[in-house]
DNA sequence: AAGACGTGGAA
DNA sequence: TTTCCAAGTCT
């Protein structure tokens, strides 16, 4: 069987390419057009894990309020990890920040055009790296995300399980990376990852390299790539607590730069472990249960957060975090909206 | 080098 | 309800 071809992908791609906010479409590639290096940076990073549709608005709002790599470089860190709030894996926003300023200070406010050159930038990796210079620059570089491990998987009839297989589908992926259109070539092996080839019951009827897929020809592609067997999630305990002055302002403190939700604004409370908790309140006041308790799933452990709730006077002292009048919840990581939703319900009740 | 690191949508 | 997983990186 022969191997699939980068022009047969190029072909369907100019028909089916994915209209996208970072994107510069094929028809307009070919006339010259290339896209921004600073937004072409930012989708990747934003793309990191994290699906298109939840990626968009958040590029918008960025791109909106930070236009340059150098008006992000001279944002506020609480601004940018406001703006973040939600996204998840919130080192990415903290690196965002470092590598916009590292582009200002030591690349004369340019990205570097080449892989080795991307991958001095904090929270560039080979992935990203290859990604920005391939679409960005137009350097002959091979992506290998998920969908790219996806498809070699299938095409080639890769039954080494992942990660182990990883450098073999890269080597594989690097055989098919074209000379001519490499920015273009990279987007659609991944558009055909996401919209084809997919996980689950892969549209083969419609794909330019149908004829050379090894798994379909035997019928396993929906099979591949195997993995190796996840790890259970174990279950961890915590109380939050969530403290509003009379004039409205939320007891909060900005959570260390390392670690889970690191550099994020959060309410205070105990650690989150494995063991009942210890109470540790970070001021004096008649705190109370408002029932029920706050339920989150982060990538290796379930959540179960308990609240307390209490209402403080003006002149209320915290030994922990600050007194914030302008609190939005919007600022807060997804596990702190839930403990700021159930405080406001039961708060308003009493 | 294996684990830490978020979230929401789909099945 | 649970599991999977989406344009990975860092330590």
Redesign the pocket.
């Known amino acids: 069987m022969r191997d699939p071809s980068a022009d047969d992908l190029l072909t369907w791609y100019d028909r089916h390419a994915?209209v996208?906010p970072?994107?510069v479409s094929p028809a307009d590639r070919r006339v010259g057009v290339m896209p921004d290096p600073y937004r072409v940076w930012l989708?990747?990073i934003m793309?990191?894990?994290?699906?298109?549709?939840?990626v968009k608005a958040y590029f918008e709002r960025f791109t909106t309020l930070w236009p340059t790599v150098a008006g992000l470089a001279a944002a506020q860190d609480a601004a940018v990890m406001g703006e973040w709030?939600?996204?998840?894996?919130?080192?990415r926003a903290r690196?965002l920040l470092k590598g916009a300023r590292a582009v200002v200070a030591e690349h004369g406010g340019r990205f570097p055009e080449t892989r080795d050159g991307l991958l001095t930038l904090?929270?560039?990796?080979?992935?990203?790296?290859s990604?920005v210079a391939a679409i960005a620059f137009d350097r002959p570089e091979t992506v290998v995300?998920?969908?790219v491990e996806?498809v070699m998987a299938r095409v080639f009839r890769v039954e080494t399980p992942l990660p182990a297989a990883k450098g073999e589908l890269t080597a594989l992926a690097a055989r098919l990376t074209p000379r001519e259109r490499p920015g273009d070539y990279a987007?659609a092996v991944?558009?055909l990852?996401?919209t084809v080839c997919?996980?689950?019951s892969p549209a083969c009827g419609i794909c330019p390299w149908m004829e050379g897929c090894r798994a379909r020809a035997v019928g396993v592609q929906a099979e591949l790539p195997l993995?190796a067997a996840?790890?259970?999630?174990p279950v961890r305990f915590g109380i939050a607590y969530l403290a509003r002055r009379e004039d409205g302002a939320w007891l909060v403190e900005t959570r260390p730069d390392r670690?889970?939700?690191?550099g994020m604004t959060g309410f205070p409370g105990t650690e989150w472990d494995e063991a009942a908790p210890k109470h540790a309140p970070p001021v004096e006041a008649e705190w109370r249960d408002p029932g029920g308790e706050v339920r989150?799933?982060?990538?290796?452990f379930h959540l179960a957060l308990a609240l307390r709730v209490a209402e403080v006077p003006l002149d209320a002292m915290a030994e922990r975090g600050a007194f914030r009048p302008d609190l939005r919840r919007s600022e807060l990581?997804?596990?702190m909206r839930k403990a700021f939703d159930l405080a406001s319900r039961a708060l308003v009740q009493s």
Do not use: C, I
């Open positions: 994915r996208l970072w994107r989708s990747e793309l990191q894990q994290t699906t298109v549709a939840a709030a939600g996204l998840g894996y919130y080192a690196n904090p929270g560039v990796g080979p992935y990203t790296a990604a995300d998920g969908n996806r987007q991944m558009d990852g996401a997919t996980p689950r993995k996840k790890k259970a999630k670690g889970l939700l690191g989150h799933t982060f990538t290796h990581p997804t596990v």
